[in-house]
């Protein structure tokens, strides 16, 4: 979006009685609610603003792009799994250190499963956001490139880091879609067991 846009967009104000959204994950969450209820195409940047009780144009200092809501703050959890991976001991095989991180960074509380599947549903299944999550995809695999290269001592752009980041997004987003198809699943369960598989694979390097 740009600046241009912003300005030319009407200014929304709160409702009377209502206390305006100010944060990156709120504004996500009632996003979420509306693209399930009315369906991503259909829901303007404005009717978020009127719904979280907030300018269009300060929508645009949280998110720059409708498509970028539907990601939450996503960089704070990339922020959250390079600390984690930063933290553990250098003994730790590199097999385990991916598994504790997939399964750290996929597990969610009980009371937010529910919100997690009406995200992740849409961030797998709505076209107009395959692009935009290409783009989250390579950021997510540039944490897991970068700490296997500091591991192996090489570049995270080399082929090994490369091909172990790709391994690991595709264990996690095996296991959304079995969630996803499966109601019943046991997500964590499911990120349990393929970072397994994964783990006996990469355990093949030492």
């Known amino acids: 979006m740009s ?3 912003e300005v030319q967009g009407p200014t929304r104000v709160a409702q009377p009685g209502r206390r305006p959204v100010t944060s990156r994950a709120q504004i996500s969450t009632v996003a979420i609610d509306l693209f399930t209820a009315q369906g991503f195409d259909e829901t303007s940047v404005d009717d978020i603003a009127d719904a979280v009780g907030i ?3 300060t929508l645009f200092r949280y998110y720059p792009s409708k498509n970028a809501i539907a990601w939450g703050d996503f960089d704070a959890h990339l922020d959250e799994m390079r600390t984690l991976l930063a933290a553990i001991p250098a003994e730790l095989p590199i097999s385990e250190a991916l598994r504790r991180a997939l399964v750290s960074f996929n597990t969610v509380p009980a009371a937010e499963l529910a919100g997690h599947r009406r995200r992740m549903a849409l961030l797998l299944g709505v076209p107009a956001l395959q692009a935009h999550s290409m783009l989250m995809y390579s950021d997510w695999r540039h944490v897991i490139a970068e700490f296997v290269a500091t591991r192996l001592d090489l570049d995270e752009h080399d082929h090994l880091p490369q091909t ?3 391994l690991c997004l595709g264990t996690a987003l095996a296991a959304y879609e079995q969630w996803l198809t499966h109601p019943g699943a046991d997500l964590e369960a ?14 093949a390097l030492s």
Do not use: K, Y
Not at 192 to 197: E, K, L, N, V
């Open 3 to 5: 600046s241009s846009d």
């Open 55 to 57: 300018a269009r144009r």
């Open 164 to 166: 172990i980041a790709w």
């Open 190 to 203: 499911l990120i349990i067991a393929g970072s397994r598989t994964l783990a006996q694979g990469v355990d």
